[in-house]
């Protein structure tokens, strides 16, 4: 627990943060003991049990399962439980974690950005290549088109214009990257709504000695 607690201040986590997480993580603790369970029985599918319990009795906010993970991986430092073992990664998943490094390492987007683009390309290959990186290698432009034309009014044009960046950044990659001949980024709508967009970029002659002849001129 002292572990735990250095980990919460080397994060500089707020002191209310950091009560909630030790109270969460000691509320675990009693569970486990109340169930006769060891510490080194720990893993993530106990966390969710206990998660479970817990919402019985009180509410769980938002960062309680961010600390019991937290808390495991201080376990798993120090030793105290077994490594974590990841599942293996489905086809569509491997898509995206070659798309992932991609970007981190050629394009040098935040973690942050490069998660807004899960969601659209996760909907885009569960309906446009089921069968995975085989499938994808044969899409053409009218798939992509006819997947935009279902989806482009789905929401707000705001999401309608997030949906059209990510997938034109995803198909301008797969082209890179040689894994799809066609450049299919081209048949993707590029709509900018630049700031101040509605200032006219041109006046005629005539405008801008209209311009001029309302100045003060003697200043």
């Excluded at 935040?110 to 807004?116: D, G």
């Excluded at 997947?147 to 198909?171: N, Q, V």
């Excluded at 006219?200 to 001129?217: E, H, I, M, N, W």
């Amino acid at each position: 627990m002292e572990r735990y607690a250095a980990r919460l201040v080397e994060e500089r986590l707020v002191r209310h943060g950091t009560s909630r997480c030790l109270n969460v993580v000691g509320g675990l603790l009693s569970w486990i003991a109340g169930r006769r369970y060891k510490l080194v029985d720990l893993d993530e599918q106990l966390v969710e049990r206990y998660l479970r319990h817990r919402r019985r009795r009180q509410s769980i906010q938002p960062g309680d399962r961010a600390a019991l993970k937290r808390w495991l991986s201080v376990l798993r430092e120090e030793g105290a439980i077994a490594p974590l073992v990841l599942p293996p990664l489905t086809p569509h998943e491997r898509i995206f974690k070659e798309f992932d490094a991609y970007l981190r390492s050629e394009r040098g987007l935040a973690p942050r950005s490069i998660v807004r683009h899960l969601p659209v390309i996760r909907r885009f290959l569960h309906e446009v290549c089921s069968g995975g990186a085989g499938a994808l290698c044969k899409i053409s432009q009218e798939d992509v088109i006819r997947y935009i034309e279902r989806h482009a009014r789905d929401w707000s044009p705001k999401t309608g214009k997030a949906m059209c960046w990510s997938l034109r950044a995803f198909l301008r990659y797969r082209h890179h990257r040689g894994l799809n001949a066609r450049p299919l980024a081209d048949c993707v709508l590029s709509m900018r709504r630049w700031k101040l967009a509605t200032l006219p970029t041109y006046l005629s002659a005539a405008q801008v000695r209209k311009a001029l002849d309302g100045c003060d001129r003697g200043q």
